[in-house]
Structures are given as C-alpha cells and as structure tokens.
C-alpha cells in the first residue's frame, strides 16, 4: 500500500484527474516553482498570450476607430453574459466593468437610494478592507446618517451568521459580504443570507472576488440582488483586468447608477447633454473600458467554461482536503495552524495556515525555496489552489517545503521588516 502522504501518492491522484490536461493551456516556465497564488493572479491563458498579439496588432494597429464597431463597444456586455452563465445568471445581468472597489461604489450608493428611510448597513470584519472603506465613502457621500455595522466572526474564520442574521430587521438597508472570505476562504450561505435579509425588506450586494471561477455560484438560484468581483483571480483575466457587477433584472430599472457616464447613456453617440440612462445593465456602466485587459479576460472564462464549475469544485474539494490532510499530519506537529474551515461545504478553493513565525517563513518560501503562496497579516500563509492548473504533486511538494523552512530553519535567515505590495 502505498502511504497517502508519499509524492507517488500525490502523482497517481495527478493521473486519475480528468481536469489534468488543462494545465497545458496555460503559460509555464519555471518547472520548480509552486505557485499557489492563483487567487490573487491568475496564470496566464495562452490563448490570452496569443489574443493579446491580434489585439493590438491586428484590431488597433490596422482596424484602428473601426474596431470600435468590428467587437470592442459589444465586449462588456459579450464577457458579462459569459459570466452570467459562469455565474447562475442571465443574459444581460451581468456586465464588465470597472474595478471591483468603483463597482461596489456605485451599487451600494444605488441600493441605498433605492431604500430610503432605512439607515442601517450590515458587513463583517472579514470582509476585504477596500470594501469596508468603499462603504465608508460611500456613507459619507451620501451624507444621509446612513451607519455601516461590522459584525465580528467569532473565531476569525468562520462568517458570523448568526450575529449577522439577529441584526436584520426593518431599518436595515443593506448586507455586504464577500460570498468566499480572502482570508480563511470561509463561504457564505447566499440562499439563506439572502432570504433572511429578504424577509425584512433589506438588498443583499455579495462580493464574488474569491468565489467567482472557484466555487459554484447561483445568483438568480439564490434570488440575489447584487454582485461584484474581480476578474484577475480564478478567472485568469490578467493584472488589473476590468471587474463585474450583477444587477438582478427585476432591480435593473429601478437603480440609478451614481456614476452616470456616456457608457450608459442611451444613445452616447448622439451627444445630447440631458442624461438618459440605456435601459438593462448597461447603465451601470460609466466610462470607456480598457479595451486590451478587458477583451483578454474572455479565454480565461472560456476555459472555465469549458472545463464546467461542477468537475472544477470536485476537484478543488478534493485538493483542499488533500492539503489539510497533509497539514494534518505533517505540518501541524511543526506549528503550523489551520486557518479555514474543515468543512468543506463552507470552504472555498484556498486553505490559510498560521504560524508563529508566518512572516519569516513566507519570505523564505518565496526567496528560497520557489514557492510562491501570499501572505496577509499578521501570521496568515494562504495556498490558493486553482483547480484549473495546480497538480496534486504541486500540492505535496509545497507543504514538503514548508516542512523543510521550518526542519531547516530556514526561515531565520530572514528579517521580519514587510514591504508595502504583499
Ligand atoms: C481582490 C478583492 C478586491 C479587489 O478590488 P480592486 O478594486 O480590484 O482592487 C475587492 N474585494 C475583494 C473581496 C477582493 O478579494
């Protein structure tokens, strides 16, 4: 018998993988490195390689204004309804646009318009920071005495479901939660968050930044209102690729983007100064888009498309499980804690570790050793795994390094002073 936690073990799981080919549609170079940083930036799609060329070649050197009309003004709303799919919604809820932070800007100013007399907004304090500090801009826009709650998680790692849910009653306007948590990768119930807020007149806007190309999602399913994400995660879309929102249909007219620019005007090439919004989603859209990083977002999403967000959740379960099991036995005897949920209905596509010397063991892991995981305080080590083109070998081999930092010491070669881009 072969032992479970051997790299022959971690090789026969590689061939038995029915995803294990998609590896080979992705841009690799460095055969050593373990990169377990697939939740912050995606790898890069060779197909996204070789439509970056004809992009700007092709469509902008030769095309020049007529690419315009030859697919550009079309492709927020072409890679949305992708994401539509990708996401449980339909065509034209979704929309490409933005970043994630000016998304969630003008639909929680929209949504908070859209309920007046209720002052109250709920979150939680594992929400991303960019959000909580977009909701506190945007209250102080508004300048209405709207008041944003931080409900604390009780262990750091699990979402405070029941606090959250003992808050909601009729002043509550709004609930903004990150459906997959960036740190622990805790996952929220979006059905049952949904109807509860629901049942006392209060909108729901989820952060899909973490859960979108890695955790299935049913946004009409759920009876979602609104939504965010980021593309350059699980979705491959490149550094800085444009973001998404999702207005439910029903929603769609009744909310006034407060960044009303041309891209949502109807008719913006007429140049009628009076402001009339283009019905659908596409009023929410303000600016012209980055043409370049937005069209590139679309062979990311199309090989998650192809792949189907159904076999990629096996196979992410079956690696997150993988990789706490050998936390379990090899890494936790050296101090390595576990920082998500061992549930793995509750547990999205990363698996965080804390350690003491987290920082330290960090740099040594990606200075020394080539493994890049990413690192967020105070102690927290995450490997994100995207099922798409990280192997099971990838997986032992990372926590055979991270047992070697700490065997080694090798970690104590470095300093605990931090950067500002972690
Ligand atoms: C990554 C991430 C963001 C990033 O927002 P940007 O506007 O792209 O900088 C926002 N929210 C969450 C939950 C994230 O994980």
Redesign the pocket.
Known sequence: MMSPYSSAYARSLDSQDALAHFRSRFAFDEPDLVYLDGN?LGRLPLASQALAGEIVAGQWGRRLIRSWNEGWFDLPARIGDKLAYLLGAEDGEVIVAD????N?FKLAVAALRHQPGRTRILTDDL??P??VYILQGAVATLGSGHVLEIVPSPDGIHGPVDALLARLDERVALVVL?HT??KSGYVYDMAAVTAAAHAVGALVLW?L??SAGSVPVDLDGAGADLA???T??YLNGGP?AP?FLFVRRALQEALANPLSGWMGQHAPFDFALAYAPEPGIRHFLTGTPPVLSLALIEPGVDLLLEAGMDALRAKSVQQTEYMIALWEEILQPRGYTLKSPLDATRRGSHVSLGHAEGWRINQALIRELNVLPDFRAPDNIRLGIAPLYTTFEELHEAVERLRRVVDDRIFARYSSHRPVVT
């Open positions: 912050s970043s994630t932070s000016v969630l929400n991303f960019s959000d990150s948590v960036f952060d930044s973490h965010i994400g980021c350059y995660k800085g973001a």
